[in-house]
């Protein structure tokens, strides 16, 4: 077979392969540092993203149902209230669980108890040592439809 655009010589011997694999285009030298000269890294993400918080759920060594949700880890499904404070009642799914659990004020959980339920809040109150005049020192509240940024 011969080719018109290829001279005898050429058509006679074919180019042989590099026997070697060159280099891949987007390789770093060994032991390369970026000096940045007091300017910034063009290749580091300026905002770095938010750590997820990670769940961890001890098996066994908690009781079953809404006892043995955490505050941290519950999420708040929704609230259906009503005038009478004692009708108030929270959603509350936890990880792991089909059903979602309902509790009413003064429910206890894993780690703390409902303290209040409002329309766009629920206030729980977290099991710590009492003080002297016997209140508790934290409570924590958590938003029913939280904004973008805000923690849950």
């Known amino acids: 077979m011969s080719f018109p655009f290829l001279s005898q010589a050429q058509s006679q011997n074919p180019p042989a392969m590099a026997a070697a694999d ?5 390789s770093v030298p060994k032991n390369y540092r970026y000096d940045a000269h007091g300017r910034r890294d063009p290749f580091v993400n300026p905002f770095p993203s938010p750590v997820a918080k990670k769940i961890t759920v001890e098996t066994g060594a908690r009781p079953p149902g809404l006892k043995g949700v955490g505050i941290e ?7 259906v209230t009503s005038k009478e404070r004692a ?6 799914s936890a ?3 089909k ?4 509790a009413h004020i003064g429910d206890e959980l894993y780690d703390g108890r409902v ?4 329309l766009d809040a629920v206030t729980f109150a977290l099991k710590v040592p009492k003080t002297e005049e016997g209140k508790t020192l934290r409570e ?3 938003k029913v ?4 940024g805000e923690d849950r």
């Not at 009708?87 to 509350?92: C, L």
């Not at 059903?99 to 309902?102: E, K, L, N, S, V």
């Not at 439809?145 to 973008?148: G, Q």
């Open 22 to 26: 060159p280099t891949p285009v987007l």
């Open 145 to 148: 439809r939280p904004k973008p």
């Open 95 to 97: 990880p792991g669980v």
């Open 87 to 92: 009708m108030n009642v929270v959603i509350i």
């Open 99 to 102: 059903t979602p659990y309902f």
């Open 140 to 142: 924590i509240v958590r």
């Open 73 to 79: 880890e519950a999420i708040i499904a929704g609230v």
């Open 115 to 118: 303290k209040s339920i409002k």
